[in-house]
């Protein structure tokens, strides 16, 4: 999973470099990083997508990465990503190579979303993945809601120490 990640991730942090300030660089290649790793155990046999791993390749698993990094803005800076008006509306959509209409509308599906944000976000790698979105499933939703949630928060830590030192730098 990781060589088929590699493409994608390269390209996305020479996207990131060429328009992200320093302190968005930073948090988001933390971000690129933590869900790489998550998507890797995902598409595992043990892994909550393992029914999606023979759909993997570097583009699925590219659109996959970018629509995490969307998932993942939001769960961690929710503040700046309600406001329209925020430089990290415009660095997502060049980010996943799409309109900073399509980051708003993402970001509005999930808070209006009568499933979890979890359902929500591995409906759209379902569709990353070129499948058709899942019916809802409780158990598969639990699973892969504990299973990502969990995951992502082992990288609150260093997201919030890198933050604050970038601020004080």
Request: proline share 7%; glycine share 2%; charged share 25%.
């Amino acid at each position: 999973m990781r060589r088929l990640a590699k493409p994608g991730l390269d390209a996305t942090r020479a996207r990131l470099d060429e328009m992200g300030s320093p302190r968005a660089i930073q948090f988001i290649s933390t971000i690129l990083d933590a869900n790489a790793d998550f998507l890797a155990y995902a598409l595992s046999p043990k892994g909550p997508l393992h029914m999606y791993s023979e759909r993997a390749t570097p583009q699925t698993v590219a659109a996959c990465i970018a629509s995490m990094v969307i998932y993942s803005v939001n769960l961690f800076a929710r503040d700046e990503m309600q406001n329209n008006e925020s430089e990290m509306i415009p660095l997502l959509a060049h980010l996943a190579e799409i309109k900073p209409t399509q980051v708003m509308l993402r970001r509005d599906a999930l808070r209006k979303q009568p499933r979890s944000e979890e359902w929500m976000l591995l409906t759209w790698l379902a569709k990353d993945l070129g499948a058709d979105p899942p019916k809802y499933d409780a158990e598969l939703e639990r699973a892969f809601g504990y299973n990502y949630l969990s995951y992502i928060a082992q990288y609150r830590p260093t997201l919030e120490r890198d933050m604050a030192a970038a601020d004080t730098a």
